[in-house]
């Protein structure tokens, strides 16, 4: 396993040095920094671009500039970065212009890419498994046009109708009843659509699905949640509770004693751990404590997982590892919901609480609240995300569709279902597994994609981010500044294509076996 | 099937050839001729309504002589009467739309149907130029490394490999800014970076066929290397071809629109569909149809090739096609109404 990560990680590395040496040539040979400068009538035109040429070290050929870029960039290795420097932008260093802007960018993409991939696969999943049906149909439709869609127009669409409206509801937030069946007979017609087969049952589902929507609406609306939203003890108990079933249903282990009593007691033990950590929350207030939080809630799941577990006690431990892991969303949500109210009474959020411009609030960056500030970025990367996901979801949706449908036609499938197994068993032990292999490797290419978008959609929302520096550095002949967001994104990219290496090789024991041998 | 078979007047059967398999499978998917025909439509309204500029810069010029604007090179005029680079007095206040401007007009009164007409012209030539310089590329040097194998392979590997790991916009944009905006050049340009996506798609149909039976007997029969790529595996890896090629240049119709919008494509005074979209961002709230109709001929454009694309998958690879299944909602729904009212 090391030895093959390690392979692949030297084989990529070199493969980003030759790629980072084309970028750099190309950049350096396209444009000239000298530009404005010669075209100037000033005086001292001639001696500011000596002083500029000594300064960016023009005299030396661009071939041998990118090996001097390439050892400043090297001693990033030993904590020295040397990128250069941005002339710019006042000949800031690049690695300086790059910190802040790193941050914002990385969390809009890798955010993006995750949610995409999720929602992507559990779509292309369910029309794979509803093959033919209306719903099938509507969801193909609709990834064709999503896919044909120019992003820079989507996210323009979204700041302009999107949050504008959002914004007006959460600022007088009312339901009527009315809307709230409407709302209800949607979800009810989605969830038949989804679920299938015959009218009877469809027509249970559709009626089951609308009744409990639509209270649930109305009881949202009474108790003023869209005005006041939180989640407190009874929102973290549900959700956990969810994931629970969720992971239960992915790993098919409905019906077996051990996992579910194992899983049981993780998602309880969150649950208890609600109270005593509302103080971790509070003095630990750090980005870095969600981390923290969530290896520990892992590690007491496993740790449950292997006592319960029995014979199974690895598969057992890992999977409610995993459920502990995941429980830190709801618990952290509940973190940010808590300051729902003091972030909405902010004087500067006067246009609403979806922001529509750059990456955060400019006077709440210094604030000492991590969960404020988690929460203000949170209310910043919901349009550009979505605007990042909508066109990905429609690849990955098709991609999955077209890979599960293969899968499913295979023998050891029918064998499965031959011999008895359940479908849920079926589709998820047998078919899933073996659909995320080819669909791992299109997510390396993919995060491409999305680092493209995130230039476009950087532009629309006016985030100070990567992008806007690629842009910048770009459109004033800065090698440096194109590079500092080249070596970023090239490293990025890089780290997605490992993990993706890694999820393949958990997932598919014969590339294991064939690299231990 | 019996639309397979067909006589000649001696009453034998005459076998239809693949070509003709595909081409009738093709004109059965309904979404994929629509499209072409919407794509047909298009691309006649976009280069007859305001005619077209061969060779020369494209840029605006003052005639020294009669101090007439003209634009650099051969224009051939169109039945539009109306110019993308004149400007008009306001027909309706603010320029909005009206019989004369059906799509509007600008602040400055320039024809916004026009001017989406050069725009879409100047796209649909990078697509086209992508199209077929990155098909030929990945094509060839699919076919080169999965042929040859062994170090040829690698070698063209690590190329492509290195073409991947730099994000297509990012190249383009590095590549494209030093065009100065010149529509086929950029056309060419992007062209010749996206094909590593086929490349790898084309070598992997051909690492499978050169194993298969009548590549052994072709070169067995003495076939030169070059001849069996071109003659015997190529037609049989056709349909990855023809498909992928199309995603290329929806794709490409994309890339293209956003590199304008971002300003490393196409600049102005020439046109661009993103480029139009860029140059009235912030009007979006006072005049929305300077937004809406580049928008829509981007998104006409590139679903309408996504749906060829599709069509030519179906009638290449059969297996992948959809069997619409008779839906049987509706006899249910007779049957449960039709079963209550037997019982009352």
């Given at each position: 396993m090391l030895k093959f990560i390690s392979r692949r990680l030297a084989a990529t590395?070199?493969?980003?040095?030759?790629?980072?040496?084309?970028?750099?040539?190309?950049?350096?040979?396209?444009?000239?920094?000298?530009?404005?400068?010669?075209v100037s009538n000033d005086q001292s035109a001639q001696h500011k671009m000596a002083i500029l040429?000594?300064?960016?070290?023009?005299?030396?050929?661009?071939?041998?500039?990118?090996?001097?870029?390439?050892?400043?960039?090297?001693?990033?290795?030993?904590?020295?970065?040397?990128?250069?420097?941005?002339?710019?932008?006042?000949?800031?260093?690049?690695?300086?212009?790059?910190?802040t802007a790193m941050a914002s960018t990385l969390s809009l993409v890798v955010l993006a890419t995750i949610l995409a991939?999720?929602?992507?696969?559990?779509?292309g999943m369910t029309t794979a498994l509803r093959q033919y049906s209306a719903y099938d149909y509507t969801v193909t439709f609709g990834a064709f046009i999503f896919y044909s869609l120019p992003i820079f127009w989507v996210a323009v669409l979204l700041k302009e109708f999107g949050a504008i409206k959002f914004n007006e509801f959460l600022g007088a937030p009312d339901i009527p009843l009315g809307v709230a069946i409407g709302l209800g007979l949607v979800f009810g017609f989605i969830a038949q659509a989804i679920v299938g087969g015959r009218l009877v049952a469809r027509l249970k589902i559709a009626g089951a699905v609308a009744v409990l929507a639509t209270i649930l609406l109305v009881i949202l609306d009474a108790t003023q949640w869209f005005a006041q939203p939180s989640i407190g003890i009874i929102g973290v108990t549900l959700s956990v509770a969810g994931i629970a079933a969720f992971i239960l249903f992915a790993t098919s282990s409905m019906s077996k004693r051990r996992y579910v009593i194992a899983i049981g007691?993780?998602?309880?033990?969150?649950?208890?751990?609600?109270?005593p950590l509302q103080f971790v929350w509070f003095f630990l207030n750090n980005p870095l404590t969600v981390i923290l939080v969530a290896l520990v809630l892992a590690v007491l799941g496993w740790l449950l997982g292997w006592?319960?577990?029995?014979?199974?006690?690895k598969d057992v431990a890992r999977i409610a590892a995993i459920v502990g892991a995941l429980a830190t969303i709801p618990l952290l949500l509940d973190q940010l919901f808590i300051?729902?109210?003091?972030?909405?009474?902010?004087?500067?959020?006067?246009?609403?609480?979806?922001a529509t411009i750059g990456a955060n609030t400019p006077t709440m960056a210094s604030h000492p609240d991590t969960w404020l500030r988690m929460l203000d970025s949170a209310a910043h990367l919901v349009l550009p995300t979505i605007a990042l996901m909508v066109i990905s979801i429609a690849a990955y949706t098709r991609y999955t569709r077209a890979t599960l449908l293969e899968v499913l036609n295979q023998d050891y499938v029918r064998t499965a279902r031959a011999k008895g197994l359940n479908e849920s068993t079926v589709v998820m032990r047998h078919a899933f597994r073996n659909t995320l292999i080819p669909i791992a490797t299109i997510i390396a290419f993919d995060f491409g994609a999305i680092i493209g978008g995130a230039i476009i959609t950087e532009r629309v929302f006016a985030w100070q981010g990567m992008g806007s520096l690629f842009s910048y550095g770009l459109h004033h002949s800065d090698v440096n500044l194109v590079m500092g967001f080249f070596l970023v994104t090239g490293i990025a990219t890089v780290a997605f294509n490992i993990v993706a290496d890694i999820t393949y090789s958990v997932l598919d024991p014969r590339i294991r076996l064939s690299e231990e041998a | 099937m019996a639309a397979s078979v067909e006589r000649t007047e001696t009453g034998d059967v005459v076998g239809l050839s693949l070509g003709d398999l595909v081409r009738g499978r093709f004109f059965r998917h309904r979404a994929a001729v629509t499209s072409l025909i919407v794509l047909g439509v298009i691309?006649?309204?976009?280069?007859?309504?305001?005619?077209?500029?061969?060779g020369g810069t494209g840029k605006l010029t003052a005639d020294p002589a009669s101090g007439l604007i003209a634009l650099d090179g051969f224009r051939i005029s169109g039945w539009w009467p109306y110019n993308w680079y004149e400007n008009y007095p306001l027909s309706n206040p603010g320029g909005l739309p009206s019989w004369e401007h059906p799509f509007g007009q600008d602040t400055l009164g320039k024809d916004i149907f026009a001017r989406v007409m050069r725009g879409t012209q100047q796209s649909l030539a990078v697509v086209v130029l992508i199209g077929m310089l990155a098909t030929v590329m990945g094509v060839l040097v699919g076919a080169l490394s999965g042929y040859f194998r062994g170090k040829v392979d690698a070698v063209l590997m690590r190329i492509t490999d290195v073409i991947l790991i730099i994000p297509g916009l990012v190249l383009g944009a590095v590549l494209g800014h030093s065009l100065n905006g010149n529509a086929v050049a950029l056309g060419i340009l992007l062209g010749l970076i996206t094909w590593p996506g086929l490349a790898r798609l084309v070598r992997g149909e051909f690492l499978a066929l050169r194993e298969r039976e009548f590549v052994d007997a072709a070169r067995v029969a003495g076939a030169s290397s070059r001849h069996i790529i071109f003659r015997h595996i190529l037609p049989n890896s056709i349909g990855v071809i023809v498909v992928n090629a199309t995603l290329l240049m929806s794709a490409g119709i994309l890339t293209e629109t956003a590199l304008s919008y971002l300003g490393f494509g196409i600049l102005p005074p020439d046109i661009s569909l993103g480029q139009i979209i860029s140059?009235?961002?912030?009007?979006?709230?006072?005049?929305?149809?300077?937004?809406?109709?580049?928008?829509?001929?981007?998104?006409?454009?590139a679903l309408s090739i996504n749906f060829v694309g599709d069509g030519l998958r179906d009638a290449f690879d059969p297996r992948q096609r959809r069997m619409p299944k008779s839906t049987s909602l509706w006899r249910e729904f007779k049957e449960l109404v039709g079963g209550k009212a037997a019982t009352k």
């Open positions: 590395f070199v493969v980003l040095i030759v790629a980072s040496f084309v970028v750099y040539m190309l950049v350096a040979l396209t444009s000239d920094p000298l530009r404005d400068l010669r040429s000594e300064k960016l070290q023009l005299d030396v050929p661009p071939f041998f500039r990118y090996f001097l870029w390439l050892r400043g960039a090297a001693g990033c290795v030993i904590g020295q970065c040397d990128l250069g420097i941005a002339f710019s932008r006042g000949d800031q260093p690049v690695a300086a212009a790059l910190g991939i999720v929602f992507g696969i559990a779509i007691a993780t998602a309880a033990l969150v649950v208890a751990l609600w109270f006592f319960i577990g029995g014979d199974d006690r300051r729902w109210e003091t972030y909405t009474n902010l004087s500067s959020l006067k246009s609403g609480v979806i | 691309v006649l309204l976009a280069f007859t309504s305001v005619g077209t500029i061969i140059e009235y961002n912030e009007a979006f709230k006072t005049r929305p149809w300077l937004f809406w109709w580049p928008g829509l001929f981007i998104v006409m454009i």
